[in-house]
Each structure stands twice: as structure tokens, then as C-alpha cells.
């Protein structure tokens, strides 16, 4: 059997205390905080959707969403999964309706284009970034709230859904499949020679 | 020193900077030892700095004004009693076609358009789409000395804090007359109220006018025509024209 690590990273990972400032106050803070958020949505939702004005489109519905919600948001949840979660969430709302959309398509006889990226595009990629853009939605979506925003595991698991046991084995799918990937990307012999 | 050998989820929170620091100096004592895996980490880490140089830095993108709370806010108050609005115009159309013209009458006043019609195109257009304010927050300072330079004495900015009402911008629009402003005070409870302000070319009566579920009270002072668009369920407008009459 595999044993359990005896030291989990979850166990770095405390959920934050609860805060106790006034609701007035409380909110101002907020409206602070959300602004400086949004940047982060706007780059959070570029890896999910690898393109600018959906992205956008993506950040707007999901502030839509939060600021419906706003006033039923528990005060304890930490502001920024709770917004990337919802953001998440609409994400994977919208690409639930596009494959709906795709298969009522196909049905009808409307061609439409392969969404599996092909293997010639995968090697046309020059860098890691062009093999992230090749990764999965989910595999994606954590590499970037663990990588770039800092997350911690537990945070991960808030923000997505999932139990922490799945945060891991993700987490380290996605860089395996992201390392084979930017591999096959490197640049050829043949062209560092020419360089 | 023989250090046990690290889960791969161990690995990772390495990678991450996730585990304890005792911990983490037998990893790393344990990675020495073992150059594959060492490398394999190594691949990882670069990955991270990879992603973290293209994704790390979201000062770098473009403004985008529609993504701005207070606007969104605005839109979900509009869009509300947008629906009311439109279900408000509704009844107008049926009442006026079975009921005969009293209200295009009273409306008409002689020209084709009714007064002060862009007032009420003004408000729609703030309350509904996706208008950026041209005076807004921080940016609030040049309002005053624009408005006096266009309406003189008429340009003034009301203070409608008595009536609940606080302002939360203006926009600048062009009209045939010349440039009109907008300005837009909201209640924080979802309601909101304009005032319009823009050259007056023709003569025009004072009077109020209602428009789906908006409602207008207007008038002329100087060259300028001004009017009060609010909701017209807002029994506080009764009271707001005369104060921006009187320079609020």
C-alpha cells in the first residue's frame, strides 16, 4: 500500500481565522480588495479561455455573478478563491453549453473544427507557454493558481470544487504532461546550429 | 544522513514552497543524492518560472472600463427596471392606440419629437449599456469648471445629499443643440436619477413628461434646457427639480 506522506503539504494550509471588523468597514475593504483582484481574474481567465476578449467576456459574467451574490457571500471564505471559483464555475458553464452547442452542430451537418489541438500544432510551439496552451482546462487552471497566483492546496481544492487528494494528483499530471509537452517543443539540433 | 524518500506530492509542495522547512531541507538533501529526480524538480521548477513570467504580471494588461464594479453594479440596478421600464412603454403603446391621444398630445408640444427626448435617450443609455463616465470617482474635479464653462450659470453641480441621492459622474454627449452632460447620482439602494443638461436653440415649455417607466421634468434657464430624469415611481424627484432649479 501507498503509505501517506507523513508530512501532507494540506498541513501548511490553514483556512483563514475569522474576521472580526465591523461589516461596514469590512466592505470597503472588500471593494478594495475586489478592485485589485480583478487583474488577476482578467490573467486567471486568459489561461482558461487563450484568448483576450473572451477572457474579458468571461471576467465580466463572473463579476455579474459576484456582485448578485455579494451580499450572501460568507465574510469568512477568502475573497479571492471565492471569486475565482465563481469565475471557474462559469467557465466550465459556458464550455458545458459550446459542446452542447457543438454536438447540436454536428447533428444538423455543420462542419466544425477539431477542437484536440493537432500534433503539428503542439510542435510548432517554440516554449512552455505554447504547451500550456495544449493542456486540458482543469490541468491549466491549476497550474496557474498554484504557479503563478500562490495558492495554497487547500485554497486550490476551495476554489475548484475538488477534495485536496485530487488537487494532487492533478497538480502533478499537469506538469508531467506540461513537461513532455515543452520537450517536444525544444528547439531542434538542426536549428541551433544555424542560430 | 539517510532521509526517507519523499511522496511525489511531497515533490511538489517543494516546487511550490509548501513544505515545512524541516522537511524541506531532507528533501533537498534527499534530491542531491538522486540527480533523476532532481532533475525531473528542476523541469518542473522551470515550467513555473515559465508561467509565472508570462502570467505574472496583470498590471501589464489594457484598462478595461466595463469590467469596473461600480459600472456593473449600475447595469444590474438598470437592468431591474429596465424590464419595468419596457413593460411600462408596453401598456403606453396599447393604452395610446385603444384610448386615444391625450398623452402624445400633452407630449407633442407642436415638433415631431417630443421635450427634452434626449434627456430620456441620455438616462437610457447610462442606466443600460456599457457608457463609461467621462467624470467619475477621483476624476470628479474638472466637472464643476466644465459645466460653467458650457451652461454658465446654469452649469452648476446640485447636491442632492438631502434627498438621499449622491453623485456618482457625469458624461459628456453631443447633441444637435451642442454638447450636454449627464450627470448621475445614485441612492445606493438601486436607485438612480439624472440630470440633464444641455444649450437651448428653441423656445420650450416647462413641463414634465413621462416615457415607460421614466419620468422628466424639465425646464429652461438661460440658454440652457435642464431636466430631472428619474424612475417615475421616485416620488423624490417632486422634490428634486425645484432644488436643482434653485442650484441645488
Same mark, same amino acid.
Given at each position: 500500500m501507498?503509505?501517506?506522506?507523513?508530512?501532507t503539504?494540506?498541513?501548511d494550509?490553514?483556512?483563514?481565522p475569522?474576521?472580526?471588523?465591523?461589516?461596514?468597514?469590512m466592505d470597503?475593504?472588500d471593494e478594495d480588495?475586489?478592485?485589485?483582484l480583478?487583474?488577476?481574474?482578467?490573467?486567471?481567465?486568459?489561461?482558461?479561455?487563450?484568448d483576450?476578449?473572451?477572457?474579458?467576456?468571461l471576467?465580466?459574467?463572473?463579476?455579474?455573478?459576484?456582485?448578485?451574490a455579494w451580499?450572501?457571500r460568507?465574510?469568512r471564505?477568502?475573497l479571492q478563491?471565492?471569486?475565482?471559483?465563481?469565475?471557474?464555475r462559469?467557465?466550465i458553464?459556458?464550455?458545458?453549453?459550446?459542446?452542447?452547442?457543438?454536438?447540436?452542430l454536428?447533428?444538423?451537418?455543420?462542419?466544425?473544427?477539431?477542437h484536440a489541438?493537432s500534433?503539428?500544432?503542439?510542435?510548432?510551439g517554440r516554449?512552455?507557454?505554447?504547451?500550456f496552451?495544449?493542456?486540458?482546462?482543469e490541468q491549466?487552471a491549476i497550474?496557474?493558481?498554484?504557479?503563478?497566483?500562490?495558492?495554497?492546496?487547500?485554497?486550490v481544492?476551495d476554489?475548484?470544487?475538488i477534495?485536496?487528494?485530487?488537487?494532487?494528483?492533478?497538480?502533478s499530471?499537469?506538469?508531467?504532461?506540461?513537461?513532455r509537452?515543452?520537450?517536444?517543443?525544444?528547439?531542434?539540433?538542426a536549428?541551433?546550429i544555424l542560430? | 544522513m539517510?532521509?526517507s524518500?519523499?511522496?511525489?506530492?511531497?515533490?511538489?509542495a517543494?516546487?511550490d514552497?509548501?513544505l515545512p522547512?524541516a522537511?524541506?531541507?531532507?528533501?533537498?538533501?534527499?534530491?542531491a543524492a538522486?540527480?533523476?529526480?532532481?532533475?525531473?524538480?528542476?523541469? $518542473?521548477?522551470?515550467?513555473v518560472e515559465?508561467?509565472?513570467?508570462? $502570467?505574472?504580471?496583470?498590471?501589464?494588461l489594457?484598462a478595461?472600463?466595463r469590467?469596473?464594479p461600480?459600472?456593473?453594479?449600475?447595469r444590474?440596478?438598470?437592468g431591474?427596471?429596465?424590464a419595468?421600464?419596457?413593460?411600462a412603454?408596453l401598456?403606453?403603446?396599447?393604452?395610446?392606440g385603444?384610448?386615444g391621444?391625450?398623452l402624445?398630445r400633452?407630449?407633442?408640444?407642436g415638433?415631431?419629437?417630443?421635450?427634452?427626448?434626449d434627456?430620456?435617450?441620455?438616462y437610457?443609455?447610462?442606466a443600460?449599456?456599457?457608457?463609461?463616465?467621462?467624470?467619475?470617482?477621483?476624476?470628479?474635479?474638472?466637472?464643476?469648471? $466644465?459645466l460653467?464653462?458650457?451652461?454658465?450659470?446654469?452649469?452648476?453641480?446640485p447636491?442632492l445629499r438631502?434627498q438621499?441621492?449622491?453623485?456618482?459622474g457625469?458624461r459628456m454627449m453631443?447633441t444637435?443643440e451642442g454638447?450636454?452632460?449627464?450627470l448621475?447620482?445614485?441612492?445606493g439602494?438601486?436607485?438612480?436619477l439624472g440630470?440633464?443638461?444641455?444649450?437651448?436653440?428653441?423656445?420650450m415649455?416647462d413641463?414634465e413628461?413621462r416615457?415607460?417607466?421614466?419620468?422628466?421634468r424639465?425646464?429652461?434657464?438661460?440658454?440652457?434646457?435642464?431636466?430631472?430624469?428619474s424612475?417615475?415611481?421616485d416620488?423624490?424627484a417632486?422634490a428634486?427639480?425645484?432644488?436643482?432649479?434653485r442650484?441645488?
Amino acid at each position: 500500500m501507498n503509505p501517506r506522506p507523513r508530512h501532507t503539504p494540506a498541513i501548511d494550509t490553514s483556512p483563514n481565522p475569522p474576521r472580526t471588523v465591523d461589516v461596514c468597514a469590512m466592505d470597503e475593504l472588500d471593494e478594495d480588495r475586489l478592485h485589485a483582484l480583478i487583474p488577476r481574474m482578467r490573467q486567471f481567465a486568459r489561461a482558461l479561455t487563450r484568448d483576450g476578449t473572451a477572457a474579458d467576456d468571461l471576467v465580466q459574467a463572473a463579476l455579474e455573478r459576484a456582485l448578485r451574490a455579494w451580499s450572501s457571500r460568507s465574510k469568512r471564505d477568502a475573497l479571492q478563491s471565492w471569486l475565482f471559483s465563481i469565475l471557474y464555475r462559469q467557465f466550465i458553464d459556458e464550455q458545458r453549453r459550446a459542446k452542447r452547442w457543438r454536438r447540436v452542430l454536428d447533428v444538423v451537418g455543420v462542419a466544425d473544427e477539431p477542437h484536440a489541438p493537432s500534433a503539428e500544432r503542439v510542435n510548432e510551439g517554440r516554449d512552455a507557454l505554447a504547451a500550456f496552451a495544449q493542456l486540458p482546462d482543469e490541468q491549466r487552471a491549476i497550474l496557474l493558481l498554484v504557479g503563478v497566483e500562490g495558492f495554497s492546496y487547500r485554497e486550490v481544492a476551495d476554489t475548484l470544487e475538488i477534495p485536496i487528494g485530487t488537487v494532487m494528483s492533478r497538480l502533478s499530471r499537469a506538469r508531467d504532461r506540461l513537461r513532455r509537452l515543452s520537450e517536444g517543443c525544444a528547439p531542434t539540433p538542426a536549428l541551433r546550429i544555424l542560430k | 544522513m539517510n532521509t526517507s524518500a519523499p511522496h511525489s506530492d511531497e515533490l511538489h509542495a517543494y516546487v511550490d514552497g509548501q513544505l515545512p522547512a524541516a522537511r524541506r531541507a531532507e528533501v533537498e538533501a534527499w534530491l542531491a543524492a538522486h540527480p533523476d529526480d532532481a532533475a525531473r524538480v528542476r523541469g $518542473w521548477k522551470s515550467d513555473v518560472e515559465a508561467l509565472r513570467s508570462a $502570467w505574472g504580471n496583470p498590471a501589464a494588461l489594457p484598462a478595461e472600463p466595463r469590467l469596473d464594479p461600480a459600472r456593473i453594479r449600475r447595469r444590474l440596478h438598470a437592468g431591474r427596471w429596465t424590464a419595468l421600464a419596457r413593460a411600462a412603454m408596453l401598456v403606453l403603446a396599447l393604452g395610446l392606440g385603444a384610448g386615444g391621444g391625450w398623452l402624445a398630445r400633452d407630449a407633442r408640444d407642436g415638433y415631431g419629437t417630443p421635450p427634452m427626448a434626449d434627456a430620456m435617450t441620455a438616462y437610457r443609455m447610462l442606466a443600460d449599456q456599457q457608457v463609461s463616465m467621462d467624470f467619475e470617482g477621483g476624476r470628479m474635479g474638472g466637472l464643476q469648471g $466644465w459645466l460653467a464653462r458650457n451652461f454658465n450659470e446654469a452649469g452648476r453641480v446640485p447636491d442632492l445629499r438631502s434627498q438621499g441621492y449622491a453623485l456618482q459622474g457625469a458624461r459628456m454627449m453631443s447633441t444637435p443643440e451642442g454638447a450636454a452632460a449627464m450627470l448621475v447620482y445614485e441612492d445606493g439602494q438601486g436607485g438612480m436619477l439624472g440630470v440633464y443638461l444641455r444649450p437651448r436653440t428653441q423656445r420650450m415649455r416647462d413641463g414634465e413628461r413621462r416615457d415607460g417607466g421614466l419620468m422628466a421634468r424639465y425646464w429652461g434657464q438661460g440658454d440652457t434646457a435642464i431636466a430631472v430624469v428619474s424612475s417615475r415611481f421616485d416620488q423624490r424627484a417632486d422634490a428634486i427639480a425645484p432644488l436643482v432649479r434653485r442650484g441645488g
